[in-house]
C-alpha cells in the first residue's frame, strides 16, 4: 500500500514526493507502518508524520506528552475503528520517534470531513475522514501550519482507513 501510494504521488505531482502524512492511530499499527515507511533509514525523501485520534481516545498523544505508553480511559465515538485506549506495544517505540504532530479531532469535525469527502466523491467514514479533519485543523492555525512547513508546495497524502459507512450524526 505505500509503495503503491508513493508511485501514484511521484505520478500525479511530476515526480515530487510526499512531504506530509497523516494517518488514523487507533491502537498504531497503520500509524506504525506508515511511520516506519517514511522515517526508514536511507529513504530518500522524508514525510513529516501527523497521527490523528478521536478527541475521546487519544492514547498516543498522553503517551508522547508522557514520554512512554499509558492507557486512558476511551468514550465511545463514531471513529470505532480508533477507539483505542492503548497503544500497541510494537508500535509505541516507532511512533515515540517518528510522529511529528500528534492532533486530536472531535467526532464533529470528523462528520464535517466526511460530509466534505462525500460531497467530492470519496467514499470515506469517520476514521478515514478523521485524516481531512486533522489536515484542516493543523492548517486553522497558523504556528503549526508554519512548524510543519504545510504551504502551496506542500503534497500531503491522507491514508483513509475506512469506506462510508452509517454512523450516529453528532449534535
Do not use: F
Not at 22 to 39: D, F, L, M, Q
Amino acid at each position: 500500500m505505500l509503495a503503491e501510494a508513493d508511485k501514484q504521488v511521484l505520478q500525479i505531482t511530476g515526480e515530487q514526493a510526499a512531504t506530509h502524512a497523516i494517518v488514523p492511530c487507533g491502537a498504531g499499527s497503520v500509524a506504525e507502518a506508515v511511520t516506519a515507511h517514511y522515517k526508514a533509514p536511507g529513504r530518500e525523501s522524508r514525510a513529516a508524520i501527523l497521527a490523528v485520534e478521536p478527541t475521546d481516545a487519544a492514547c498516543l498523544q498522553e503517551s508522547l506528552k508522557a514520554g512512554q505508553s499509558v492507557t486512558v480511559q476511551t468514550q465511545d465515538t463514531i471513529m470505532n475503528g480508533l477507539n483505542c485506549g492503548t497503544l500497541s506495544t510494537t508500535a509505541w517505540p516507532v511512533l515515540k520517534a517518528g510522529i511529528d504532530v500528534s492532533v486530536v479531532v472531535s467526532d464533529a469535525e470528523s462528520h464535517a470531513a466526511v460530509q466534505g469527502l462525500t460531497a467530492a466523491s470519496v467514499s470515506a467514514g469517520p476514521c478515514g475522514a478523521a485524516t481531512l479533519a486533522a489536515l484542516m485543523k493543523v492548517c486553522g492555525d497558523t504556528d503549526a501550519k508554519r512548524e510543519l512547513g504545510l504551504d502551496k508546495s506542500s503534497v500531503v497524502v491522507l491514508y483513509c482507513t475506512e469506506g462510508l459507512r452509517d454512523y450516529p450524526v453528532p449534535q
